[in-house]
């Protein structure tokens, strides 16, 4: 059978896609016909100018649905509003660096929530939908620090090890059901988050912002080069198509060799 990644006719939500990783994913899904529900938690013209945008790129159906995953209700009500989710890509995020003995309890709690725990509650909603379909796919976006630790970001990295562990289990329950899951590990993208990390990381290491991101950020990326989210989203459409129906439960690194070392 030639393999396909025609898209089109399915339905994918992304969450935490109004910028970045989220929509370049988006992007690419739609590129390859998929319709697309972008989320974030805030409900502005420029969020639903995005889908929009999308729409009329691609000529697929686009919208924009706000809910905040750091609640486990609004979580499961994106996937009911959504009314269809074929394909399901978990990626809303942050971060906060701080020692384990300085890190504040409440970033402890949103990092959990955000990065792990809505990927719990838009999993168990969307998997009905998907058993009924007949086919699904769930992509988890961990990190490279789903992989491998560094210090400082003991609840990140906590959280990418437990999306990690998620995504296996969500395999297994799936197995044979036309249903994969699994988790991209991404190592450096540009993106808002990591510039959000460029100025803390300066002032930790006293550096300049070029020799800050290629000798401390990139240092553990041997190609020395940021990941796109193109090609972020080039990888999710690799998992949605055919090539993918018998990948799952596994990790798919796209990191410049990092996790290699
Ligand atoms: P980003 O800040 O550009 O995107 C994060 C997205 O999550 C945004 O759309 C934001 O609005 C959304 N979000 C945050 N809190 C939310 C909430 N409570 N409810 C709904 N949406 C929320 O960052 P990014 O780099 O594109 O990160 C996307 C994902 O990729 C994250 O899970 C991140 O951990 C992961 N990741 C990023 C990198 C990188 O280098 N950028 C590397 C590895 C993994």
Redesign the pocket.
């Known amino acids: 059978m030639a393999i396909t990644t025609d898209l089109s006719g399915k339905t994918a939500v992304i969450?935490?896609?109004?910028?970045?990783?989220?929509?370049g994913i988006a992007r690419e899904l739609a590129r390859a016909g998929a319709d697309v529900v972008l989320?974030?938690?805030?409900d502005t013209a420029t969020d639903h100018a995005l889908a929009d945008d999308i729409a009329q790129s691609f000529g697929v159906s686009a919208r924009y649905i706000r809910?905040?995953?750091?609640n486990g209700s609004d979580c499961r009500a994106l996937i009911a509003e959504a009314g269809a989710c074929d394909i399901l890509v978990n990626?809303?995020?942050?971060?906060h660096v701080a020692a384990i003995d300085d890190f504040p309890v409440e970033k402890w709690d949103a990092i959990i929530a955000?990065?792990l725990s809505s990927a719990f509650h838009t999993t168990a909603a969307a998997l009905p939908m998907m058993r009924k379909a007949g086919w699904g796919r769930v992509i988890n976006?961990?990190?490279?620090?789903g992989l491998t630790a560094s210090p400082y970001k003991s609840a990140?990295v906590a959280a990418?090890h437990g999306i990690v562990g998620l995504t296996k289990v969500t395999a297994l329950e799936c197995a044979g059901q036309s249903i994969t899951a699994n988790a991209i590990c991404?190592?450096?993208?540009l993106?808002?988050?990591?510039e959000a990390q460029i100025p803390d990381q300066m002032k930790t290491h006293n550096m300049d912002r070029d020799t800050v991101v290629r000798e401390v950020m990139l240092a553990r990326q041997p190609s020395k080069d940021f990941a796109t989210v193109e090609q972020l989203g080039g990888t999710a459409v690799f998992l949605c198509s055919d090539a993918g129906a018998q990948i799952t439960g596994t990790t798919i690194s796209v990191d410049g060799g990092w996790t290699a070392l």
């Open positions: 969450t935490g896609s109004n910028s970045g990783i989220g929509l989320n974030s938690f805030t809910a905040d995953m750091s990626n809303a995020g942050i971060q955000i990065n976006i961990a990190s490279a620090h990140y990418k991404p190592g450096y993208v993106t808002p988050l990591v």
